[in-house]
């Protein structure tokens, strides 16, 4: 009966490096989930840092354009309010010369409406 007693001391010792090696490779993984973790954490701040610097900049460059748009706007209007002031004056100084333009004008698109 001695060696039924010795294999099971023998099982034990294997069992017992098997348990070490299952808790060695546990707190392996636990270092490489927390690494991994870490990484996640380090990659989301950048992100955000990145998207927070990329907005300030779309907001930026956002302003500036409807800035220089409102400028153009009010560039063209002021060009359309000379504009009429100049015919207006050019119908009041020559207003004979203004009914025939505005006759021939009128022939002509008659004439291209028909085709």
């Not at 706007?73 to 207003?95: G, S, Y």
């Amino acid at each position: 009966m001695a060696t039924p007693h010795i294999s099971s001391r023998k099982s034990r010792g294997r069992a017992n490096g098997h348990d070490k090696k299952l808790a060695a490779a546990a707190a392996a993984a636990r270092e490489d989930l927390h690494a991994a973790q870490e990484a996640a954490e380090t990659f989301v701040s950048a992100v955000k840092s990145s998207a927070n610097h990329f907005t300030e900049h779309l907001g930026r460059a956002v302003g500036d354009k409807v800035v220089r748009a409102q400028h153009s706007a009010e560039t063209v209007a002021e060009k359309a309010v000379d504009a009429r002031h100049r015919l207006e004056d050019t119908i009041r100084e020559r207003p004979l010369m203004s009914v025939g333009v505005a006759a021939g004008a009128g022939v002509l698109l008659a004439l291209l409406s028909r085709r």
